[in-house]
Every structure is written in structure tokens, then in C-alpha cells.
């Protein structure tokens, strides 16, 4: 049975993971279109590989054909994605470009004057437009620069134009939140966590830094 894409989760990526995992070409990235896409003729009676490899769960798998008509009526018939995301991570996905208090954009050129040489520990949101967990995390990222204007300085980084540094730094999966103190790299997180647990992060990084300072 083919699989599904629900397009409202699928965050669009290039690297997709459901792709990597589909073992007979059904599933593919279409650069044309810009989305994860199924040829249905490829699509076998598999255990559902692409669906258990899809991080936002995208990737839809049915093992029946009533199942299969069920979950396209679930997706045709449910709630917009902004509507899905609220529900899911209780936040309203933005535009990770987005500007805010105590909350700029850096790239190569800047990127040591915002980062290594800043007097105040730094968080730094690694992030890519097409990235749908990005979009989850952005709010978040924002509200809580707002919060630490002052104590600490907050930095974005998109990294389909700043891929070297992403390298730099082992960023392997969007978004990652990287932690600097004294211009180097203390602690990481990675994905779209809640408010809470990214704030227990960036406290923890703060008493880092007060030790450092010691």
C-alpha cells in the first residue's frame, strides 16, 4: 500500500530521513516542487520503514487499503497546519527570519564579532527556512532573547547559506540551539524544545559561565 505524505508536518527538507530510509526509491525529494513526494507504483507492501524514520511524522503508513482511504480523509478533512502545530507543540509556528529584542542575524563575516568575542554568553538558533521544527522553535527563541536581553545574547544562523559554519560546529540536525561561553561551545540542543526546557539549558549556562568567571 502507498505511503502518505501529510504535507502540513512534512517540513520540506532536502535530507529528509523517510527518504533515506525507503528502501525501493518510492520515496524522493522533489526539487522541482520543493516537497517529499511518493511514487505510488514503487511503493511495496513494506513495513512502514519511511514512517518510523520521520521525525515530525509526516510520513504516513498503512497496512490496509481502508486504512490508507481513512488516514487521506484525516488529512484532507483536519486542521490547517498552523492549527496542527498549535496543537501538537502549543505554539504557532513563525517565520524563523524574523527579527526581535537582543536578537540578530549572523553569518561568516559577523559571526566572531556576535559570537566569539561577546562579553555575555550566547545562544545560537541553527536554522533553515524550509525547516517546519525551525518555524515551532522561533517563537520560543524570541520570547526568551527578549527575556536574557542583557545577560545573555541571542544569534541566528541559517544555515543553507551559512553551511560552513554549521560545519564548524557539528550541527547535524535543525534546529540546533549551540551555547558559547568565551567564544566556545559549552552545550547544544537539539530540535524544537518547549519554553521550559529551553530556559533550564540556557540557566544552566548561565551558572557555566558565572564558575567560568570565578
Not at 511514487?39 to 498503512?62: D, W
Not at 517546519?132 to 541566528?156: H, N, S, W
Amino acid at each position: 500500500m502507498p505511503a502518505l505524505i501529510d504535507q502540513r508536518l512534512c517540513d520540506s527538507s532536502p535530507h529528509c530521513a523517510a527518504v533515506r530510509a525507503c528502501r525501493n526509491g518510492a520515496l524522493s525529494f522533489d526539487r522541482a516542487r520543493n516537497q517529499v513526494v511518493v511514487r505510488a507504483e514503487l511503493c511495496g507492501s513494506c513495513p512502514g520503514y519511511c514512517a518510523r524514520a520521520c521525525p515530525m511524522n509526516a510520513v504516513k503508513h498503512a497496512a490496509t487499503m481502508e486504512a490508507y482511504e481513512e488516514l487521506k480523509a484525516e488529512i484532507s478533512n483536519g486542521p490547517s497546519a498552523e492549527e496542527l502545530f498549535e496543537q501538537q507543540f502549543g505554539v504557532k509556528p513563525v517565520d524563523p527570519r524574523a527579527d526581535g529584542v537582543n536578537l540578530v542575524h549572523a553569518d561568516s563575516s559577523n559571526f566572531d564579532s556576535y559570537v566569539r568575542k561577546s562579553p555575555v554568553p550566547v545562544a545560537v538558533d541553527f536554522w533553515a527556512a524550509w525547516c517546519a521544527p525551525c518555524k515551532i522553535l522561533a517563537p520560543t527563541f524570541k520570547d526568551l532573547a527578549e527575556q536574557y536581553d542583557g545577560k545573555m545574547r541571542f544569534v541566528k544562523v541559517d544555515t543553507e547559506e551559512n553551511d560552513a559554519l554549521a560545519a564548524r560546529y557539528g550541527v547535524m540536525s535543525i534546529p540546533t540551539v549551540g551555547f558559547f561561553i568565551n567564544g566556545e561551545l559549552v552545550d547544544r540542543s537539539v530540535g524544537a524544545l518547549p519554553k521550559a526546557q529551553l530556559q533550564a539549558k540556557i540557566e544552566k549556562v548561565m551558572k557555566m559561565q558565572e564558575v567560568a568567571n570565578v
